[in-house]
C-alpha cells in the first residue's frame, strides 16, 4: 500500500513538500509517479521518476517549479510557486520494474495506487 502525505493550503507562491511512501514493501525496483486530480477533471499526470531516480519527468505546465527526488524510503515532490491551477488531490503510484532507468508516463501502466493527498492553492 501506498501512502501521499504533505498537502495541505497554502497561498499563491507558496511551497509545499509531498512524500510517498510504501506500507509493507519498498519502493526498491518500482517507477514512481505523481498525479493529480481537480474536480471534474481527469486524472493527470505530474512528475514521474525512475527505480534509479537518474531518470525524471514533469508536465509542462509544472517544469520549473516541481522537483521529484527519491531516497531509500521514499519519493518526493516538491512544489514551489503553487499557483491556484496547482489545486487537486495528489496521487503517488508505482509500477514494478527492474529497469532502473526507464520513467513510466502513462498512467495505465501503474499498478499500485496512493489514497491521496489534497493540495489546495488559495489566490
Known amino acids: 500500500q501506498l501512502q501521499a502525505s504533505g498537502g495541505g493550503l497554502v497561498q499563491d507562491g507558496g511551497s509545499l513538500r509531498l512524500s510517498c511512501a510504501a506500507s509493507?514493501?519498498?519502493?526498491?525496483?518500482?517507477?514512481i509517479g505523481w498525479f493529480r486530480q481537480a474536480p471534474g477533471k481527469e486524472r493527470e499526470g505530474v512528475s514521474c521518476?525512475?527505480?534509479?531516480?537518474?531518470s525524471t519527468y514533469y508536465a509542462d505546465s509544472v517544469k520549473g517549479r516541481f522537483t521529484i527526488s527519491r531516497d531509500n524510503a521514499k519519493v518526493y515532490l516538491q512544489m514551489n510557486s503553487l499557483k491556484p491551477e496547482d489545486t487537486a488531490v495528489y496521487y503517488c503510484a508505482a509500477h514494478p520494474t527492474l529497469d532502473t532507468i526507464v520513467v513510466v508516463t502513462e498512467i495505465g501502466e501503474y499498478d499500485y495506487w496512493g489514497q491521496g493527498t489534497q493540495v489546495t492553492v488559495s489566490s
Open positions: 509493507g514493501f519498498t519502493l526498491d525496483y518500482y517507477a
Open positions: 521518476i525512475s527505480g534509479g531516480g537518474g
